[in-house]
């Protein structure tokens, strides 16, 4: 019986151990963006707003970073006006351009393991002439493809495993054919 108790004393400072990593890491992330006209903005914490809107300003780059200097724990993936889905980086690496002047359209954001198994990322994209559409999650794309539309800002925020978070709609939109769109 006391092995028993051992063994569920354990199981429980494990899932204690892990919703205190996601909840510390939470506060952890900032991100920052390239503006057309502005450059580099300073960088914002978790759940904040990063570029303009209001303002007709394209992104033209993000980096995203985690303050314990951790390189492998998050990463995201830019397409690129005239270039595509570049690829994924790691924190603190670039995504995107800058002095070239071509607008991001779309962003992909996710942890890799072991930190995706207790921490999801949210973010939406405010895109031009539609405003903010709804969230995207844990690496799927946000904002457009093949429609033109620059990303004007961008909002990230990072929950603990299985937080229920509204998404409020679709987050995604790619022109693969004229006059056809596709999630």
Not at 106 to 125: C, G, M, N, Q
Request: with cysteine; proline share 2%.
């Amino acid at each position: 019986m006391k092995k028993f108790f051992t063994l569920i004393s354990a199981v429980i400072l494990i899932l204690t151990a892990q919703v205190v990593f996601a909840e510390t890491r939470t506060v952890h992330l900032n991100f920052q963006a390239y503006v057309q006209g502005i450059g580099w903005q300073n960088a914002v914490g978790n759940g904040k707003v990063a570029g303009t809107t209001g303002q007709s300003k394209r992104l033209e780059a993000i980096l995203i970073n985690c303050m314990d200097g951790t390189t492998n724990m998050i990463q995201y993936n830019a397409h690129v006006q005239n270039i595509g889905w570049q690829g994924w980086k790691n924190s603190g690496a670039v995504a995107g351009t800058t002095g070239k002047d071509l607008r991001l359209e779309a962003i992909r954001i996710k942890f890799v393991e072991p930190y995706s198994k207790v921490l999801d990322v949210y973010y939406r994209a405010h895109v031009e002439n539609g405003g903010w559409l709804g969230w995207a999650a844990n690496g799927e794309p946000a904002g457009t493809a093949g429609a033109g539309l620059r990303l004007e800002a961008i909002q990230i925020q990072v929950v603990p495993k299985g937080t229920k978070v509204e998404r409020g709609g679709r987050a995604y939109y790619e022109k693969v054919q004229p006059g056809l769109e596709v999630i």
